[in-house]
């Protein structure tokens, strides 16, 4: 079991009051808190060995450039992939999912399909859809039913020898729907499809295994998971690297350049060009450490508490409806109270000190698909407690009194 106070110490922003209110945070979908260890080590990076990496033979660089790499072994090992050169360091997911989608703009072509699920985040929407103009490759969507759960049927229904790209993600940033990802990667290589996992909200929550999952590429933000802003991991299948064209072009990225030609740098520098957020990625490796030495299996086993106790204490709420009531969630609650704008309701809790998120959380679709304009969306990480809980549902109450 966890020592949450002990945890919580290790924040210094969780102590701090808002609207003169201790802060309950609940809005670790959208970027985590910081343990102190993280800030600390941004810090150190700045004052002990700042450097530019791969290119000086001077001492700091060479420091600095086993620092990056150190943290990249890190990832590899965290993920389970089997090669070092299969990670690559983004600036997020966002960044890691265009890199795929600008690399098949060479490979699709009119009549190849792509199919993405209706529980995604815009992020990975736009790019496919951007790729598809590119190429007149044609988008298709794997349904959801009105749990929030992707409906299976449908999925095999819709792959075909047609099908070069499956893109889902591992749960859902507005629902908290955790998708079938094994079963849906082992159905698209069967018909010879790719699939990217877009793992953004899964990271926080569980350790996945690229490697079991056979995913061919797995993407990920290092905010999420108590580390900086800035920083993300894009792993990909070796094959799959060495297909894919370079995604910008630069110094770092290159073997040999004259006018005539330029031959381009083995994995993983063949992606990374220029100079990438050094003090980031060796951050993000302390990051990932620190979530470790408290363990996923606790961390799971704390927060499937805390989703169960705020999903009990929220259905008390009269006229209040949660969204994504799915088999397999992570801890996120969507939720919405009978004839009151989710805005209204996370403005009033916010001036008790709560933050939630409220709006279409970047997946307008499926708010379309509960004909909603957004709701409020409680999401709770390890260091989050029951108290925090029953001071959100007073919370709610009080905003729901005053608002009818
Ligand atoms: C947050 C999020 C993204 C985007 O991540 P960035 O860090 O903004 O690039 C993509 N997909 C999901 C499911 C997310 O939750």
Redesign the pocket.
Known sequence: MLDIQKIRADFPILSQKVNGKPLVYFDN??TSQKPQIVIDADAKYYQEINANIHRGVHTLSQLATDAYELSRGKVQQHINAKFAHEVLFTS????GINLVTNGFASILKPGDEILVSAL??H??IVPWQMLCEKTGATLKVIPMNEEGELIMEAYDTLLSENTKVVTV?H???ALGTINPIKYMIDKAHAVGAAVLI?G??AVPHLKPDVQDLDCDFYAF?G??MCGPTGT?ILYGKEAWLNKLPPYQGGGEMIKEVTFEKTTYADLPHKFEAGTPNIAGGIVLGTAIDYMNEIGFEAIHAHEEELLQYATKRLLEIEGLKIYGTGKNKASVISFNIDGIHPYDIGSIIDKLGIAVRTGHH?AQPIMNFFCIPGTIRASFSFYNTKEEIDLMVEAVKKAQTMLS
């Open positions: 979908g959208a997020g997911t966002t960044h995604e985040h992020s990975n993600n749960i859902s940033n877009d953004a909200q933000s905010h999420k993300g970047c």
